[in-house]
């Protein structure tokens, strides 16, 4: 049985650039990095109510798949223009207008400066959950 997102990874070709772009986007640095020292290959953040993990990986190190694969986590955000905003002035492009998709359900898509793409939902059943 699915317990819940237990780690979000994503790839990066300049990790030190993606490292500081991060930290940027979660106003804090990661928790975990390594190699301690040297450049990073491998860094974690927490983040959100429930502590979900992001991970950032060099490319080197990403699976080799021999057809397309993959898929598209979005993470809630309460205003989802605010957020849209935020990032894109932070470097991310839009991929996916914000767009309605029921009555409070809004969903849009960025790519990072380092080509992942990245889901942004502002869902009104999510806040139930979390605000209550």
Sequence with gaps: MFRG??????????????????TTVFGEPPYFVRPEQG??????????DDDDEFALMDARFRPALDRPGGALVSMHVDDIHDEMGRLTDLGAA????????????????????????IGLIQSPHWAAQHDG
């Design 5 to 22: 997102l237990a780690n979000l990874n994503l790839v990066a070709d300049d990790m030190p650039a993606a490292v500081a772009w991060y």
């Design 39 to 48: 450049p990073p290959q491998y860094a974690e953040w927490r983040f959100g």
């Design 94 to 117: 839009e991929f996916d207008p914000i767009t309605p998709r029921a009555e409070g359900w809004w969903s849009a898509s960025v790519t990072d400066p380092f080509g992942n793409l």
